[in-house]
């Protein structure tokens, strides 16, 4: 089968199984536009901004594990993915992004909408390439996306100047089923030796923790982890980007940890003697004031990617391999052993940790007759049954739906993490609409994070995504907001959102239904009209308490266990 | 800790710019880099010298076997080893001095490959800080120009880094 370039992009999108590409055309992809056209197999989603498109991509791909694929052009189109690139790439996301470039005789040469897209994106992607001869095109899109979902997932990057994509130009179409690289061979197992070791040591514990993250979900491993910590009996954290791998509303899982995590969690942290570390990567988020991190614990840390063992926090045993593989060989080994974890020792552990459970550091005030934030979320929480894909952007909502939705399974939770990219939410809900459009999929968010990718409502009618739009509007950036209360004397710079539009006419324009929603007693009703409106897009605006803070709070500088509580909440005098 | 980091690598457009972007986004500091195809002309060969603690050398292997386009890393200096690096140095030779500099370069073994009735271009290899001294011993006035490869190693027996 001959086919152009063009062709050849298409075709090996079929061959690799793709049901959606986010993307907007430009003048270097035009080739590649035509040979989308009038055919059915690849559905194109065409955004309103090409960040957009790599969000899209991104809550795609972790909604569902699968690739996200994105299709920019050239210069500016390549440029704004570099944000959305950028998220996915702290987070471990599969993506695979096609960029037009100018035709390879004048690179170099400053043409119109040239950009060195490669040494744009380098520092932001897992790998990319320029293909430069177009009988390498499809072995180079098939390694990308090869290189995208193996190993630690990442963003990866095809750069196709226009010419190799000519459509008079017709060579012979061979997609390859495998590709090898012999500079790039992923762990897969682990170490059974270092296993071995780990079972011992966990055998050994009087104030053992499990401490699990993203790389749980990202590896599939949430069975595996499941059973272990049941059979362990221990108790377990998670991470932001980690939530859901474990049940949420389980009596051993503890809530999550680190800057906003609960007091029992980070309390437990800084009192274990075993700390077991899976698919997690001691963000400076969770980890808090590193010398004071885990001080009587001994740390087993698995992770696929031996970079991230013993890079902030020194390891006793490191295990280099997936999450799934090891954590079932863990069980094995401990299983053969014969033994049990020291009942004793755990029981009085469990006491330990229920004492400061009972602080109920997530309180707030009910009775309030402004609308809380969090009375918002657990609404929500309530209303979805604790079964809706929930996207977020960033700042003091995300971390309220982190303390108060209680996730049960994984990939529900879709939120940027590591980059911290306002502006992720609404188009990752729309990516998570297409891939389950049964599904109850909402995107929470504030008033300032929402208008970063605002244009996104247009694409939202036109391939109907009815999501729901939770924003907690504050009329302020909440969380710098919240900084500048605590560290900078309440001095708040630049963070007050004057002029706002009118959200639910804002709403209408774009051709959904918008809802005001002012009092606490309005809440619940107005969350059950819109998830009745199943056909609709619904943006809900809650006004709520401005003034309101995430609790508790380790601040920076701070160990783990020297949390910020309310003011309505004293440990010393509770827990005496 | 001075390291001696060897790598193999694929002989691509953008792998030398991946290797240096790393060490700058992530503050690893290079004293010197060099880089060339090997006998098989799909693979370069590159020789990093660079310091940091047990910890960062540790982070710095990681994070090269991290790139794509890195198919081996060796830290070379943790285990016995050869270190070579190759200098050129041009000198204002005149009068007296001619003798005096020929001399000193002999101490040093290096050879005088060019000759002028007023400069020499001398040659010598060696490790680092025996270049280091050659340059120490010239009076300042006397170096025209001073060109350094960096340090490159290998292994001592037959251990090696290889495909």
């Known amino acids: 089968m001959d086919l152009s370039g063009a062709e050849i992009v298409v075709q090996a999108l079929k061959d690799e199984g793709v049901e959606f590409i986010f993307g907007y055309p430009g003048g270097a992809v035009l080739h590649i536009y035509d040979a989308l056209f009038g055919q059915e197999e690849v559905k194109h989603v065409l955004v309103r901004h090409e960040q957009g498109a790599t969000h899209m991509a991104d809550g795609y791909a972790r909604a569902t594990g699968k690739p996200g694929v994105v299709l920019a052009t050239s210069g500016p189109g390549a440029t704004n993915l570099v944000t959305g690139i950028a998220t996915a790439y702290m987070d471990s996301s599969p993506l695979v992004v096609l960029t037009g470039q100018v035709p390879t005789p004048v690179i170099g040469s400053d043409a119109f909408q040239e950009c060195d897209t490669v040494g744009i994106t380098r520092p932001c992607v897992k790998h990319n390439f320029l293909v430069k001869d177009r009988h390498k095109l499809a072995e180079t899109i098939k390694k990308a996306f090869y290189i995208a979902t193996t190993g630690r997932p990442g963003p990866v990057l095809v750069d196709i100047p226009k010419d190799i994509t000519d459509p008079k130009v017709k060579i012979p179409y061979h997609y390859p089923k495998t590709v090898h690289l012999r500079s790039y061979n992923p762990t897969v197992k682990g170490n059974p030796r270092q296993i071995r070791k780990a079972a011992e040591l966990i055998l050994e514990a009087k104030r053992p923790m499990i401490y699990s993250g993203g790389g749980v979900i990202l590896g599939e491993a949430s069975e595996e982890l499941r059973e272990l910590t049941r059979w362990l009996g221990f108790p377990i954290t998670s991470t932001l980007m980690g939530l859901g791998a474990y049940p949420g509303t389980d009596r051993q899982f503890l809530g999550m940890l680190g800057m906003h995590g609960t007091y029992e969690a980070n309390m437990a942290m800084h009192e274990c003697d075993v700390l077991l570390a899976v698919g997690a990567r001691f963000d400076d988020r969770v980890t808090g004031k590193l010398d004071e991190f885990c001080p009587y614990a001994k740390i087993i840390h698995i992770d696929v990617d031996p970079s991230s063992i013993s890079k902030n926090v020194l390891v006793d045993i490191p295990i280099v391999g997936q999450a799934k593989p090891v954590l079932a060989e863990l069980l094995v080994q401990l299983k053969a052993s014969g033994r049990r974890p020291e009942a004793e020792a755990l029981s009085a552990w469990w006491e330990q940790i229920e004492r400061w459970r009972a602080l109920d550091c997530l309180r707030y005030d009910r009775e309030s007759s402004l609308i809380k934030p969090q009375y918002v979320v657990e609404q929500l929480w309530q209303v979805t049954r604790g079964k809706a894909y929930v996207t977020s952007d960033v700042g003091q909502h995300q971390m309220w739906v982190a303390q108060y939705y209680k996730f049960d399974y994984p990939r529900r939770w879709i939120n940027s993490g590591g980059l911290g990219t306002m502006g992720f939410g609404l188009p990752a809900a729309i990516g998570v609409k297409l891939a389950f459009p049964e599904e109850d999929v909402v995107c929470v968010t504030g008033e300032a994070s929402i208008q970063m990718c605002i244009q996104e409502l247009s694409t939202a009618l036109q391939y109907k995504t009815p999501i729901k739009i939770v924003n907690l509007n504050n009329r302020y950036m909440g969380m710098v907001r919240q900084w500048q209360e605590f560290t900078y004397e309440s001095r708040y710079s630049h963070s007050y959102m004057d002029a706002l539009p009118d959200f639910v006419k804002l709403a209408e324009a774009y051709g959904h239904v918008g809802m005001l929603i002012e009092k606490p007693q309005d809440v619940r009703p107005a969350l059950e009209e819109a998830f009745s409106m199943k056909d609709k897009l619904v943006f809900l605006d809650f006004i709520t308490d401005r003034t309101e803070n995430v609790y508790p709070m380790v601040e920076a500088g701070k160990a783990q266990h020297q949390m910020r509580l309310p003011p309505w909440i004293s440990p010393e005098r509770e827990l005496a | ?163």
């Open chain 2, 1 to 163: 800790m001075r390291h001696i980091i060897s790598l193999l690598l694929e002989n691509e457009s953008g792998a030398l710019s991946r290797v240096a972007g790393l060490f700058s986004a992530r503050g690893y500091n290079i004293e010197a880099l060099t880089v060339a195809p090997t006998e098989d002309p799909t693979v370069s060969r590159m020789t990093i010298v660079t310091r940091g603690d047990e910890r960062v050398i540790e982070q710095i292997t990681k994070q090269l076997n991290k790139l794509i386009d890195v198919i081996k890393v060796l830290d070379i200096s943790e285990a016995d080893h050869i270190e070579r690096e190759l200098m050129l140095v041009k000198v204002r030779a005149k009068d007296q001095e001619r003798e005096e500099i020929k001399r000193l370069a002999d101490i040093f073994r290096g050879r005088i490959i060019d000759v002028t009735a007023s400069s020499y271009v001398i040659e010598m290899t060696g490790a680092s800080p025996k270049l280091d001294a050659f340059l120490a011993n010239l009076a300042k006035d006397w170096i025209i120009e001073v060109v350094r490869s960096g340090p490159t190693g290998i292994l001592r027996g037959e251990r090696g880094l290889h495909l």
